[in-house]
């Protein structure tokens, strides 16, 4: 397997524009999570995902963030409109069977780059 | 979730060995506790876990205080590629989330 696979590695764009970071998670694993990493907050846990079912996005920052998973292999981070605090490198991770207990490591993409200018 | 104390930062020297210690004084009695590290420009990689027993794998090995409120993690020989930040992070089998602290940054000198 290829790994967890994130799309693009880095992102330029102007504020107020749309954003959209893409993941593909190891195949067979049900869990999916986005973090976002900065110097100041270090690694922040956005949301995760069990079966495509969101099911804790209390650390997504505000509405601009969006996050979707239509199905076990595909999930989206949308910001709109982008603005220049989002700057941060996203990192999506995946796991067979949530990270708790017996089960578990995730497994952590190469993360997108985003700097909103 | 169980609070973690790390030292912010750690030196070694290339070969020899390096213990890395986390206080989880409040951590719960299903709590596993498992270490993570972030090589530079990479995400997080997982190391190792364990719950009450001491544990070894082709990493690293996890020595874990008997009353549970510690635990250190062990690289027998550090090379420069283990030259990382270092996350503790205790977390029960319920628990479907990681969530990071602030690490120790490790430096391996040559």
């Known amino acids: 397997d290829a790994g967890v696979i994130q799309s693009p590695r880095h992102e330029v764009t102007e504020m107020g524009q749309e954003v959209t970071l893409r993941c593909k998670p190891i195949?067979?694993?049900?869990?999916l999570f986005w973090y976002r990493q900065t110097m100041m907050r270090g690694l922040e846990l956005l949301i995760y995902?069990?079966?495509?079912?969101?099911?804790?996005d209390s650390g997504m920052p505000e509405d601009r963030f969006s996050a979707k998973m239509p199905n076990a292999s595909f999930s989206t981070l949308k910001i709109q409109p982008s603005e220049p605090r989002d700057s941060a490198v996203y990192f999506c991770?995946?796991?067979?069977?949530?990270?708790?207990?017996?089960?578990?490591?995730?497994?952590f993409g190469q993360g997108t780059r985003l700097t909103v200018v | 979730d169980a609070k973690t104390t790390q030292p912010n930062s750690m030196e070694s020297n290339e070969e020899e060995p390096v213990h890395l210690p986390c206080n989880h004084s409040?951590?719960?009695?299903?709590?596993?506790i498992h270490w993570y590290r972030q090589l530079p420009s990479q995400g997080p990689e997982y190391v190792i876990h364990?719950?009450?027993s001491n544990v070894n794998n082709r990493m690293a090995s996890l020595a874990i205080a008997e009353d549970r409120k510690s635990s250190t993690l062990i690289l027998h020989r550090a090379t420069l590629r283990d030259a990382a930040v270092y996350y503790c992070i205790p977390l029960g089998g319920s628990q479907g989330n990681l969530i990071f602290g602030k690490g120790t940054k490790l430096s391996v000198k040559p």
């Open positions: 195949s067979g694993h049900d869990y």
């Open positions: 995902f069990n079966n495509n079912v969101p099911i804790d």
């Open positions: 991770a995946s796991s067979p069977k949530g990270t708790g207990g017996l089960n578990t490591e995730a497994f």
């Open positions: 409040t951590i719960s009695g299903t709590d596993y």
């Open positions: 364990g719950l009450t």
